[in-house]
């Protein structure tokens, strides 16, 4: 087994995998966070920036008196989140008062689809070893791919994201915020629910488009980097589940609560390749 591999519970794994790989694709659906679980968690020793921390730290899309004001609420707002004495209720309530405030700030600074592109263009997306490979595992063997993200820049951007690294997947849908725009491409409003690191067990998939392609399908695997990321299976009746996350420098001190949470600890901010093993052991099972 690779060191960066930790399964805590050997036997709990193995039953669920024997399950999942004899229920074969057909019944298999995949779901994810985006950032820092498709791509790293960190770059040259430091936290890999979300899209809107790029967003905010560089003066050149919104300007400067956007970037201070953003950075005001993330200065209020973050050690909130990760104060673990705050009851997770009034976490919550802050989280959303994050995002609504912050979002409304986008909205007085005109945010514009075409600073999507800027950032997509500008971006390096360093995404983990083997994800294309999973990714065209799952489009080639028809297995549904929901990305629940808290991203303050919404679903348009991770799609610009994807496609531009990745390619095009059918099979691939994204659970985000979503704004309203005007005939100019500036963001006027926001749609609820608001989707923030705290309440992704609120999403409620039944209602989304995607969710015939689902409903029947009893095995998931599960991928996040987050306490909260395990919240993603709340709202689905699955038989068989696999919950993996990804830890780095900044995560491992909390390693003892994630094993509690998780079945697959992949260590060290390494690669996607376990999740790619775990896939071609389904398929060739199937054949």
């Not at 919104?62 to 050690?79: H, N, Q, T, V």
């Not at 609560?257 to 999740?275: A, E, G, P, T």
């Amino acid at each position: 087994m690779n060191k960066n591999i930790l399964i805590p519970d050997k036997n709990k794994f193995e039953k669920a995998k024997e399950s999942i790989k004899k229920g074969g694709f057909e019944n298999l659906s995949v779901f994810a966070d985006f950032d820092r679980t498709l791509t790293y968690g960190t770059a040259k020793g430091k936290k890999t920036p979300s899209m809107i921390a790029t967003l905010r730290a560089n003066n050149n899309y919104l300007g400067e008196d956007y970037s201070r004001k953003a950075a005001l609420l993330a200065e209020k707002y973050r050690p909130i989140e990760f104060d673990f004495n705050i009851k997770e209720k009034e976490k919550r309530k802050a989280m959303e008062e994050w995002w609504r405030e912050h979002i409304n700030l986008l909205i007085e600074k005109k945010l514009n689809k075409k600073h999507f592109k800027k950032i997509v263009d500008e971006r390096a997306v360093n995404f983990r070893d083997g994800t294309k490979e999973v990714f065209d595992l799952l489009k080639k063997n028809s297995v549904p791919m929901i990305i629940i993200s808290a991203s303050g820049l919404g679903e348009d951007p991770i799609l610009m994201m994807i496609e531009k690294e990745l390619g095009n997947f059918s099979n691939t849908h994204i659970v985000s915020n979503s704004f309203y725009y005007d005939k100019e491409g500036n963001v006027t409003g926001y749609k609820d629910l608001l989707v923030h690191t705290m309440n992704k067990d609120e999403v409620l998939i039944k209602e989304k488009t995607f969710y015939e392609k689902i409903k029947n399908r009893k095995n998931l695997i599960l991928l996040g980097d987050s306490f909260d990321d395990v919240k993603m299976a709340n709202n689905i009746d699955y038989k068989n589940i696999i919950k993996v996350c990804f830890l780095n420098q900044y995560t491992m001190e909390k390693i003892d609560d994630y094993k509690k949470l998780y079945d697959v600890l992949i260590l060290n901010d390494s690669s996607m390749n376990f999740v790619k093993e775990l896939l071609l052991e389904i398929e060739s099972f199937e054949h």
